[in-house]
């Protein structure tokens, strides 16, 4: 079945780039997206990119996509205290508008002053 | 502010007890999702409805079932809470078709005693 693999936690220092990596099986889907829980929170949806792109920009965040290898990683530039929060991958799968999305463990992202 | 309500943020339950769970969307969204949320295991989704009085199972749905009377409520029901059902509970809505970013609620934190 489907499957999204993250590492569980990344610590940075404040000022620096942090790099979120991700992979997922389902090379068929259509979306790919990175949400982020702050603490005691529900998710919230940061930013998504289609497979048929590699690289999407937003200010601070960057995602990258590489369908081959079904690599996908976010990068926080400039990262602050703020940014210190859980942050999954998800996926949607097959070809199907109502296939529910598959989520990551999610990667616990701490940063240091 | 359009948003995914949770009627409890936190609720202590007996074994045994009958529990319900609220969710209610303001988006018109055709979708809905019940998931929980336990440290090391991600998320793991308990039943999800494409549309009212529909629903389908998820990953984990033994000891749960659902209801979704209208369009935007969908309520989860533990028939007899056990201890192993303590947790965090995420509910999420979003449209139908293959962009199908989730709009996540605050959580319910339940402790079963």
């Known amino acids: 079945g489907e499957d999204v693999e993250q590492s569980l936690f990344l610590s940075v220092r404040e000022g620096d780039s942090s790099v979120i990596n991700c992979t997922y099986t389902d090379s068929s889907s259509t979306y790919l997206y990175w949400y982020k829980q702050e603490p005691g929170a529900g998710l919230q949806l940061l930013t998504y990119?289609?497979?048929?792109?590699d690289m999407k920009q937003d200010q601070r965040l960057t995602v990258l996509l590489n369908k081959k290898d079904k690599h996908l990683s976010l990068r926080i530039a400039d990262t602050q205290t703020g940014d210190s929060a859980i942050y999954f991958c998800?996926?949607?799968?097959?070809?199907?508008?109502?296939?529910?999305?598959?989520f990551g463990k999610g990667t616990r992202l701490s940063v240091i002053a | 502010d359009v948003k995914v309500t949770q009627s409890s943020r936190y609720l202590v339950k007996r074994t045994g007890e009958k529990v319900f769970l609220e969710c209610v969307q303001d988006m018109d969204h055709e979708n809905m999702f019940w998931y929980r949320q336990d440290p090391g295991l991600g998320l793991r989704l308990i039943y999800f409805?494409?549309?009212?009085?529909?629903?389908e199972k998820g990953d984990i749905p033994e000891g749960y079932s659902v209801s979704r009377e209208k369009k935007e409520r969908f309520s989860l029901i533990l028939e007899s809470a056990s201890t192993n059902q303590t947790s965090m509970y995420l509910c999420a809505s979003s449209r139908g078709g293959r962009s199908r970013g989730y709009t996540f609620g605050s959580g319910t934190r339940l402790t079963v005693v």
């Open positions: 409805s494409y549309d009212v009085k529909m629903k």
């Open positions: 990119i289609f497979s048929n792109m």
């Open positions: 998800a996926e949607s799968p097959r070809n199907s508008g109502n296939t529910p999305l598959v």
